[in-house]
């Protein structure tokens, strides 16, 4: 994007020399047949426009500023922005043009009379001309009565920066003036972490990228997480570009973030509105909060990017000239020694195993007969070579499928085929038992719901943001002796039917689904209808369980089954409790405490029979309401 204001029409301001000149050609009644391109005509005649959109304060409801945005003349090929500063750039006239659209944007923000901060798009290039530096811009800041305490140069990047020393110099310069400084595109320009790292500008712009679809996106939510931490820390204010929906909007207020840029919030106009929607101020003073995309699913847990690189020991390579008794005397020296890599200017040749080299020189006189010879000598087969960014995962099937020894004695991990270490077998397999049990809290591999971890992180937002909701702790009755009686696979059927049957129950944007282990399940709900939903998981739940039992198990109402202490028990088909509490602001302080609660309520409702729906209401005295399904 870039940021400039309309032409003046009755005031006269400093020109860009090259402006002048072609004004003054278009004028001379000598050159009447002068022949101008495009976007000298352009200049010339002044014919660039601004729009302005607006910038949101996400906590106040209240519009900060606005951008301007210049476009070129209508129905012209050079009304984009991407155009117009494209064939400025390619005729030689980026400057010209650039200052034109600076003074169009100025000249229209002081007509318009608008409130709040204008965010002036400025590239690099042009913000170290000298002439960019010689007082021109302030003194039609002047002309104009807008204090320069209300612009916020904006830097954008259409090329990489190179002179930073330059750069930061020029917008000091700018500081000192009294301009704000504001980076844009933050994510997708050539340098703009290190701009920000060394200008400390007032204001980051998230590029659009990261925000679009950001409420559906883990990898989007965590990268606007990190943005937002940084800039709490070093006191930056984040505004978030190319808000385009309501999901994306309420994502964006609840992760803290201050200021808000996009179509959904308005769109440009060269007479944008003065105050946002009622529809926007709904959003950002709602009391719910939305339903973060799942970065902890199976298929994308925290080490699911884990790679052979994590499993990587630096051992000091020998040459293939290096001779035996050096490697008895390597081995010799540190016990804990457990492979030598032989690697020839990089390339890995071979690797000597401790287990193997003692089983061949254990016998006397070994090393007197054999120590002056070649490493190479003890070299049989190739080594298992693996690079290092292989993902643990693929590297474990590969490892299935090679020869035994691999696994026994270890393997090389490469970078770009050149020795970096090596690693063994053993190394491995903790790794994938530290994985399995980091998923495991996460997501839970029968139904793929999220885990403990992102349960408790959902609690956390949902006080922290005082909102009300209910938390349910949903638990099968009489599960073991379904377990006992029809086996470990349907009782897997089981947990997953009912995973279903909840997910079927809850509003995706406002309800939050978690299965805890075994057959235990937590429901979130912001759902203001949420005791009918909760009712309806119930008969769903009794219809479909329905058909997991045998008509004989049906008829007489339940089974027989061997309990833990030998005796053998009649006991009830298997049915669902729920036991559900509601949670109002500065009720309770920690997830930690909602989960008592939560687990008092689930045990009342598992007192009633039946599929059963326990609603405590309480504030710590005992009146219970109880419902049965």
């Known amino acids: 994007m870039f940021t400039v204001l309309p032409p003046a029409q009755q005031r006269t301001f400093p020109r860009a020399p090259r402006a002048q000149f072609m004004a003054d050609l278009l004028l001379a009644e000598d050159n009447k047949e002068q022949v101008m391109t495009p976007l000298e005509e352009i200049l010339a005649q002044r014919s660039l426009s601004a729009l302005f959109q607006p910038i949101i304060d996400l906590k106040r409801g209240e519009f900060l500023g606005y951008e301007g945005l210049i476009r070129g003349p209508a129905n012209s090929p050079l009304h984009s922005p991407v155009n117009l500063f494209a064939t400025a750039e390619r005729e030689g006239l980026a400057l010209e043009v650039e200052m034109l659209a600076r003074h169009t944007v100025l000249e229209a923000f002081a007509r318009l009379d608008l409130p709040g901060q204008l965010f002036l798009n400025v590239s690099p ?11 021109q811009t302030l003194a039609f800041l002047e002309q104009l009565d807008i204090d320069p305490s209300r612009v916020v140069i904006e830097i954008t990047e259409n090329q990489p920066t190179f002179d930073f020393e330059a750069m930061r110099s020029a917008l000091l310069h700018y500081r000192g003036m009294g301009f704000k400084i504001a980076i844009d595109d933050l994510g997708e320009g050539f340098s703009s972490l290190r701009l920000w790292s060394e200008l400390r500008p007032e204001y980051i712009k998230i590029d659009m990228h990261f925000v679009q679809g950001v409420d559906r996106d883990p990898i989007k939510l965590q990268f606007l997480k990190s943005i937002q931490s940084i800039a709490q820390s070093c006191g930056t204010h984040v505004i978030a570009e190319g808000v385009e929906t309501e999901a994306e909007l309420k994502v964006v207020k609840e992760l803290g973030i201050a200021l808000g840029q996009g179509y959904f919030i308005a769109r440009p106009s060269p007479t944008p509105p003065l105050f946002a929607s009622t529809e926007t101020g709904r959003i950002l003073n709602a009391s719910s909060i939305s339903i973060f995309p799942d970065a902890s699913c199976p298929a994308c847990p925290p080490n699911a990017q884990t790679t052979a690189q994590k499993l990587l020991t630096y051992i000091e390579p020998v040459h293939p000239n290096t001779l035996i008794e050096h490697i008895f005397d390597r081995f010799n020296a540190d016990p804990a020694l457990r492979a030598i890599p032989v690697v020839n200017n990089g390339t890995p040749i071979g690797l000597i195993s401790r287990y193997s080299f003692i089983d061949r020189f254990a016998k006397p006189y070994q090393r007197e007969l054999h120590g002056r010879k070649s490493c190479m000598e003890l070299i049989q087969s190739l080594p298992l070579l693996v690079e290092k960014n292989m993902p643990i995962q693929e590297l474990s099937h590969f490892l299935a499928e090679s020869e035994d020894r691999h696994f026994a004695e270890g393997f090389i991990i490469t970078e770009r085929g050149r020795y970096i270490g090596v690693a063994s077998g053993q190394a491995l397999l903790r790794e994938l038992t530290q994985m399995q049990l980091e998923a495991a809290r996460y997501a839970n591999p029968l139904t793929l719901l999220p885990g403990n971890v992102p349960i408790n992180e959902h609690i956390g937002r949902l006080l922290h943001a005082n909102t009300p909701f209910v938390a349910c702790y949903c638990d099968l009755d009489h599960f073991k002796p379904f377990n006992d009686t029809y086996g470990y696979r349907k009782g897997d059927e089981m947990i997953q039917l009912t995973g279903r049957v909840l997910s079927w129950t809850c509003d995706p944007k406002l309800d939050f689904l978690g299965h805890i282990g075994g057959d235990d399940f937590i429901l979130l709900m912001q759902s203001r209808d949420w005791q009918s939903r909760c009712e309806q998981a119930l008969r769903s739940f009794e219809q479909a369980a329905s058909l997991m039992f045998r008509e004989e198990h049906i008829a007489a109402g339940g089974y027989t089954s061997e309990g833990r202490d030998g005796t053998v028990k009649f006991h009830p ?57």
């Open 573 to 629: 088909l298997s049915s669902l409790s729920i036991g559900a509490i509601r949670i109002e602001p500065g009720r309770f302080s920690s997830h930690h405490e909602v989960s008592a609660a939560m687990t008092d309520a689930k045990k009342m409702a598992k007192k009633i029979p039946g599929n059963s729906l326990f609603v405590e209401q309480r504030d710590h005295d005992l009146s219970h309401m109880k419902e049965t399904i």
């Open 125 to 135: 290039q042009t913000l170290t001309q000298p002439s960019f530096r010689n007082g």
